[in-house]
């Protein structure tokens, strides 16, 4: 079965940082490539980034580019997003997902 767990999120002041984890299980990690999704309050699901199955591929939403930056570390069967100089519009849930596959999502709140 596969699984995806984030953790991570919370609250944090505009132009801080903080760094989503997801830890996934139940399929080969190092053959797919990974997403981050969010979902902002009261709004549709948004693709934020991608990363290859090898880690060498990045690609990023306008919104969040130059100030997100996606990893992963296939060892682990782990990926992250590393997201500084939050804005209050990147408040959200965030989820990481494979395909079909979701997590449960870890709320980032951007609030002064």
């Known amino acids: 079965e596969v699984q995806l767990v984030e953790s991570g999120g919370g609250l944090v002041q505009p132009g801080g940082s903080l760094r989503l984890s997801c830890a996934t299980s139940g399929f080969t990690f190092s053959s797919y490539a990974m997403n981050w999704v969010r979902q902002a309050p009261g709004k549709g699901l948004e693709w934020v980034s991608r990363i290859n199955s090898e880690g060498k591929i990045t690609w990023y939403a306008d919104s969040v580019k130059g100030r997100f930056t996606i990893s992963r570390d296939n060892p682990m069967k782990r990926f992250y997003l590393q997201m500084n100089n939050l804005k209050p519009e990147d408040t959200a849930v965030y989820y990481c997902?494979?395909?079909?596959?979701w997590g449960q999502g870890t709320q980032v709140t951007v609030s002064s």
């Open positions: 997902n494979m395909g079909d596959s």
